[in-house]
């Protein structure tokens, strides 16, 4: 059906809280999208951060045809074989203890939220606790996670929102001391923001806040729900920092396209937070999106993925600095391996609609930053193809 009639169907059937690109996707090859008119495009976006192992992969497929087959879903009352396998998989991955699976990156970090308020709750029954976030983050847009966002923009028109939060500077450790106090439970952050324009943590930042968080017995939550899944280098952007968190998010591409998020922790907090009855969900971890999991960490460690992300993360990189150094309107490149960000003094938006024209999709973050997350089996070629691509749009401007 052509694009036109569908954006017509769409505006009188879909609530309208998205300004979406004029284009309708119809399938997928590798790192390619073709529309529903057969044009072609090179896809530097991912699903946001999702595809990570691109599109139409076999031996994914083929796992949840298996899956479908079989059993889709039970709900939480019984075990589930394919479930437990990824739970396994994932906890060695992230090198923490106990999972529970979510539908999506917001319940992730609601589920975080509950973790380390019970866990304060259990220390000392109070239920006055205080949790510190960062100004720029986006951990997502159910209340919970709002509550969290450091972005006016989110957040208000929904106030007030649930629980005492306060808001500290990104990569600035003393505005974080100045909020912590006695009931301080938990620290919350992205090990690189994301929505945020790109800014990964500095070192001495993040060793920094598990420093006060070990002193003062506070839980540090890392959201790894955009940078983790191998994006930018190892299995978990933390791991390249070396600073383990207490508690970590994850979600986007964690199922490669099927809905599922997960909050991981440690031993010490699973066993002093949480108990039966107090946190449930009906879809969340069901044998589907287990076997997709299951399936999707197997694929990571048997074709080397974050070795290949940081060869080719590196790549681009580097080509990014080039073009950087070619046009007087980028200021900044900012990123980690196939997570990195492009600052310009164009606008941004613009920027990705033209390129959508070339055949390129490439998203935005923040007001000014130019994206890029795109599948992470991408090769060298594609990141020639892709900057062949931006640079007809950027010599437009
Ligand atoms: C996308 C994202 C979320 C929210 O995930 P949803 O699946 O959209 O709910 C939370 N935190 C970060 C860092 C994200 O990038």
């Known amino acids: 059906m052509e694009t036109n009639i569908l954006m017509e169907q769409d505006k009188s059937s879909i609530l309208h809280t998205y300004n979406r690109f004029p284009v309708a996707l119809d399938h997928g090859e590798g790192v390619y999208l073709y529309d529903t008119e057969g044009k072609k ?3 530097f976006a991912a699903g946001i951060a999702v595809q990570a192992l691109g599109y139409a992969d076999q031996e994914y497929n083929q796992a949840l045809k298996d899956q479908i087959d079989k059993l889709l879903h039970t709900s939480n009352l019984y075990y589930n074989q394919p479930t437990i396998e990824a739970a396994k998989k994932l906890c060695a991955a992230a090198e923490l203890d106990r999972v529970f699976f979510t539908n999506s990156g917001t319940e992730a970090i609601e589920g975080a939220i509950k973790t380390a308020k019970k866990y304060a709750y259990e220390k000392d029954g109070s239920t006055d606790h205080e949790l510190i976030a960062m100004n720029h983050s986006f951990h997502g847009r159910s209340l919970g996670a709002l509550a969290v966002t450091g972005n006016a923009h989110y957040r208000e028109p929904f106030e007030p929102l649930p629980g005492i939060v306060k808001f500290a500077d990104y990569n600035d450790l003393n505005s974080v001391k100045k909020l912590v106090n006695d009931k301080t439970c938990a620290i919350l952050l992205e090990t690189i923001q994301g929505e945020g324009g790109i800014y990964p943590a500095e070192q001495e930042f993040l060793e920094g806040i598990r420093q006060i968080c070990d002193e003062k017995h506070i839980l540090l939550i890392l959201d790894e729900i955009q940078c983790g899944m191998g994006r930018c280098g190892t299995m978990f952007a933390w791991q390249e920092y070396g600073v383990k968190p207490d508690i970590m998010t994850c979600a986007k591409a964690l199922g490669c396209g099927v809905p599922v998020g997960a909050f ?3 031993e010490a907090v699973a066993d002093a937070s949480l108990k039966p009855g ?3 969900t009906t879809y969340g971890g ?3 999106v287990g076997a997709a999991v299951s399936k999707v960490l197997d694929i990571f460690s048997e074709r080397k ?3 290949h992300v940081k060869e080719t993360g590196a790549y681009l990189e ?3 600095e080039r073009l950087k150094s070619q046009y ?4 900044a490149r900012r990123g980690r391996g196939l997570m990195q960000g492009l600052e310009l003094r164009v606008p941004v938006k613009e920027v990705s609609s033209r390129a959508l024209k070339q055949g390129l999709l ?3 973050a923040g007001d000014n930053v130019l994206r890029f997350v795109p599948p992470l089996v991408i090769e060298r070629k594609h990141v020639d193809e892709m900057i062949q691509k931006l640079k007809i749009v950027l010599d437009s401007f």
């Open 328 to 331: 007087p309107f980028a200021a």
């Open 362 to 364: 490439v998203i935005t």
């Open 318 to 320: 580097q080509e990014l």
């Open 41 to 43: 495009y090179l896809d």
């Open 278 to 280: 107090d946190h449930g």
């Open 286 to 288: 069901n044998p589907f």
């Open 305 to 307: 993925i974050t070795e």
């Open 264 to 266: 991981v922790m440690t």
